[in-house]
């Protein structure tokens, strides 16, 4: 049977980019998959980019990332949840990939090259993230990985290693196919710059635990098409990304009638960020309720991700065996 991993990183607050992106994957294809479902904080990918982490904030972060995949429905006892750093034998397969990947190969990925530029002296573990990416789907030989598309190009030298493992080594690892959420988009930051991400800092992310009223200023001062001056100017909603947010949470009749009063200026932009909110509100709403819950009872998060570490671990101590024998380590 197929067997399914993901990971997310624990550098900031979960957004609605990663909702529609990943998570919300992460609950059908449990439900689908059940135990061969395997999910993880991946604070270890955190590290490898200084300027990406706070040490005073990463378990916390890591601990919210947690409660915040439990809130919106995903159950730890019907999958494989835990926190990638209380598996060691990420570290040792990491090592080994590492050992066998050219320092060519991981130079192209275009990550690396968008974020290098932001250091003068480049870290190692920004350039080495995508064996350790290989490591952390490999080592429980999954074969699907739900990720959003800008991690495509690591998910290629993921099946890149494992051929070159299996060449070297003998047959040991399957080569994963990446699964993409059909109905996820690629959503824009609430500022307007660009994609959505953690790393843009919270001005562009809308967060899914995020207070409601905080949700609304963002909102209602987002930038809508620009052409829309005055309140009587017709606009097109194809170039507004709160369009493009009513796609992800209005109903198809709201959508339709933002759509047709907007190019006929039959509504504005403060009515139509208005309708928005309450499709927002209805959405989040029983997320935010549960998190409330989940954070009533704190032992129930760090129960969940105990278990998932051992069910993790019982998957991957056999895996790392077979490796140790494959590459030739002594037994004792």
């Known amino acids: 049977m197929s067997r399914v991993f993901s990971g997310i990183q624990p550098t900031g607050e979960p957004h609605i980019g990663n909702y529609f992106g990943a998570m919300r994957n992460y609950v ?91 250091f003068e002296s480049i870290p190692s573990g920004l350039l080495m993230y995508p064996a350790l990416m290989a490591a952390d789907i490999l080592l429980y030989k999954a074969d ?18 494992a051929r070159k493992f299996n060449h070297h080594f003998g047959q040991t690892f399957p080569e994963p196919k990446s699964v993409h959420d059909p109905n996820a988009l690629r959503i824009p930051g609430v500022d307007g710059n660009g994609k959505m991400g953690k790393s843009k800092g919270q001005g562009s992310t809308i967060g899914i635990l995020e207070p409601l009223d905080a949700i609304w200023q963002k ?29 992800l949470f209005s109903d198809l009749d709201t959508i339709q009638l933002v759509d047709r009063e907007c190019r006929t200026a039959g509504i504005g932009c403060v009515d139509c960020k208005k309708k928005l909110m309450e499709g927002v509100t209805e959405h989040l709403t029983p997320i935010q309720q549960r998190a409330e819950e989940l954070r009533t009872d704190p032992d129930y998060v760090k129960d969940a991700l105990r278990q998932g570490a051992q069910e993790a671990r019982a998957i991957a101590r056999p895996v790392i065996e077979e490796v140790r024998e494959k590459v030739g380590f002594l037994k004792l």
């Not at 987002?222 to 829309?228: E, I």
């Not at 009587?232 to 909603?237: K, M, V």
């Open 144 to 161: 699907t990985v739900p990720v959003g598309e800008d991690q495509d190009q690591h998910l290629e030298l993921t099946r890149e290693i």
């Open 219 to 247: 909102l209602r001062v987002a930038p809508t098409d620009p052409a829309r001056v005055r309140r009587t100017d017709p606009g097109n909603p194809d170039v507004c990304l709160i369009f493009d947010y009513h796609k």
């Open 28 to 118: 059908r294809l449990g439900e689908q998959f059940g135990k061969n479902s395997l999910y993880c904080v991946v604070d270890l990918h955190a590290i490898t980019n200084p300027n990406a982490f706070d040490p005073a904030t990463l378990a916390e972060k890591t601990y919210e990332m947690a409660l915040a995949n439990f809130a919106i429905g995903l159950d730890p006892s019907q999958v494989i949840f835990f926190v990638q750093s209380h598996v060691p034998e990420h570290h040792e397969l990491n090592w080994i990939f590492t050992s066998i990947t050219p320092v060519g190969e991981l130079e192209r990925m275009t990550q690396y090259k968008d974020k290098a530029g932001q």
